[in-house]
């Protein structure tokens, strides 16, 4: 079961959209470094489709839900990002993993963004030209386009 802690309108989350982010719990990552160690426990409130909606209703002019987390069960962000996409096919979908790897139980139809990687402190996160992280378009066949580039900053 996913269960969020707390919710924010981002801007820089994923490039040109207006995100919700759902700061999720129960991180089995455990990155060094990580920004948010609360998340590493099982804490907060259920997440599912009849919470997200109220979130989504309160958030009006947002074009991109960001699940932020969610590794334990990948299952459940496949699961609610389908139900998401069916109720509101207007807004984007974007999901931050910590893992290196996308699972086998993600399938890319229900998803606009993908970010992989887990935090490391030494190499920076998606706005540095050492970060390990990757953030990807899904494109129209599924396929994963690379476009970490789109965090860099411009001088």
């Given at each position: 079961?996913?269960?969020?802690?707390?919710?924010?309108?981002?801007?820089?989350?994923?490039?040109?959209?207006?995100s919700?982010?759902?700061?999720?719990?129960?991180?089995?990552?455990?990155?060094p470094g990580?920004?948010?160690?609360?998340?590493?426990?099982d804490?907060?409130?259920?997440?599912?489709?009849?919470?997200?909606?109220?979130?989504?209703e309160?958030?009006?002019?947002?074009s991109?839900?960001?699940?932020?987390?969610?590794?334990?069960?990948p299952e459940?962000?496949?699961?609610?990002?389908?139900?998401?996409?069916?109720?509101?096919p207007?807004?984007?979908?974007?999901?931050?993993?910590?893992?290196?790897?996308?699972?086998?139980?993600?399938?890319l139809?229900?998803?606009?963004?993908?970010?992989?990687?887990?935090?490391i402190?030494d190499?920076g996160?998606?706005?540095?030209?050492?970060?390990?992280?990757v953030?990807?378009?899904?494109?129209?066949?599924?396929?994963?386009?690379?476009?970490?580039w789109?965090?860099?900053?411009?001088?």
């Amino acid at each position: 079961m996913l269960k969020y802690t707390d919710t924010l309108v981002v801007f820089k989350e994923v490039p040109d959209e207006i995100s919700l982010a759902i700061n999720i719990s129960n991180c089995p990552c455990h990155c060094p470094g990580c920004h948010t160690k609360k998340l590493w426990e099982d804490i907060g409130e259920v997440l599912d489709i009849n919470s997200i909606t109220k979130l989504i209703e309160k958030n009006k002019g947002i074009s991109c839900v960001s699940l932020m987390g969610g590794d334990a069960t990948p299952e459940d962000i496949n699961t609610l990002a389908s139900e998401l996409k069916e109720k509101f096919p207007e807004l984007k979908i974007s999901w931050y993993s910590g893992k290196q790897d996308l699972s086998e139980r993600i399938n890319l139809k229900y998803f606009d963004y993908i970010k992989l990687g887990p935090y490391i402190e030494d190499l920076g996160g998606l706005d540095k030209s050492t970060t390990n992280q990757v953030f990807y378009k899904v494109g129209d066949n599924q396929e994963l386009i690379d476009i970490t580039w789109k965090f860099k900053k411009k001088f």
